[in-house]
């Protein structure tokens, strides 16, 4: 798999990456085993960065790429962590000490001295706006915790925000349910030199095109207990999109499909061959899955008409789900 500049770090990523909220175990059961399982095959594949945060399952995630990395010396990956969600979701708990705090507990969870790139998880707008965010995380740069930061956002005015302020990366949601960020931010980001991670890129499994109207979620599933804003940004899950309109976009979007090529390895190929993303993150639970999220990358170089799905994209975007998700986010 090719590679692309990781902002002006001097480091390059996959343009799929892997996604490892599932790893923590907050999606349902996944077993250390089964984790290691998915890193294997990524990183067979090509895939160059794992994505992470110090709150999947409470920082399992991070420890469980922390052990897998450790036996593997001169590799080349890079982790991606985030920080910022083991407090609310106040101005005044993003401090210095609590990100000093936050970063110590990942680089122990991740077995290093110095984090290849943290992420603020999410914050509110007036974190992402404010200069003195940006100072405290210099000041990890310069004492050597960390080696870049973004910020992870839920709207697209976070994103221009954080753009404005010369993070390395800005991880957005972008996929054919939400097509936002083509207006604005990934113009804006290609033209300042920061990243785009694509994140929730098959809209938490919708756009896998194995769901149907009767398939069910484990109680502990955020597809189950977050569908409505319960637990937090209804974005998060299904993007957004009520379940059923989402499962009658995805059999339009399926059926415009060649034979052979399904919707999730297209759904990947599109986000990642877009203008301004650098790397899409999507999620994997067993050994399938991340082997299908890497062979995405294949349709990018191949006969698959991205054009073609790009215009089926944007007009089931346009007539079933623009009015009730594009101003929202």
Avoid at 137 to 162: F, M, N, P, R
């Amino acid at each position: 798999m090719h590679q692309r500049p990781l902002g002006r770090t001097g480091r390059s990523v996959s343009p799929i990456g892997l996604g490892t909220w599932q790893l923590g175990a907050d999606w349902g059961d996944v077993s250390e085993a089964d984790a290691h399982a998915v890193l294997e095959a990524s990183a067979a594949h090509g895939v160059t960065l794992f994505d992470t945060a110090d709150v999947y399952g409470d920082g399992r995630s991070e420890s469980i790429i922390g052990g897998f990395l450790a036996q593997r010396p001169g590799h080349d990956i890079v982790v991606a962590t985030k920080m910022g969600r083991r407090m609310p979701q106040e101005p005044e708990n993003y401090s210095p000490e609590n990100f000093r705090a936050w970063t110590d507990r990942s680089r122990g969870n991740l077995g290093v001295d110095t984090l290849d790139l943290v992420q603020l998880h999410c914050p509110p707008s007036a974190v992402i706006e404010s200069d003195a965010t940006y100072e405290a995380l210099d000041a990890l740069v310069s004492d050597g915790a960390i080696a870049a930061y973004g910020v992870s956002v839920e709207t697209c005015d976070q994103a221009l925000a954080a753009i404005a302020h010369g993070v390395t990366n800005v991880q957005i949601i972008f996929n054919p349910f939400r097509l936002k960020p083509l207006d604005e931010v990934l113009p804006a980001a290609d033209k300042a030199g920061v990243s785009i991670f694509a994140r929730v890129p098959l809209a938490s499994g919708l756009l896998s095109g194995r769901y149907t109207a009767s398939t069910t979620f484990a109680a502990n599933d955020h597809r189950t207990y977050n569908r409505h804003g319960e637990a937090f940004d209804r974005g998060e899950t299904f993007s957004g999109v009520d379940y059923q309109t989402g499962l009658d976009a995805v059999a339009e979007l399926s059926a415009a499909l060649p034979d052979g090529v399904s919707l999730p390895a297209a759904t990947l190929a599109w986000i990642a061959s877009r203008p301004g993303v650098t790397t899409v993150i999507p999620g994997a639970r067993n050994i399938a899955q991340a082997q299908s999220n890497a062979d995405a990358a294949a349709l990018m170089d191949g006969d698959f008409d991205l054009a073609a799905f790009d215009a089926v994209i944007h007009d089931v975007y346009d007539r079933r789900l623009r009015e009730s998700v594009h101003s929202h986010w």
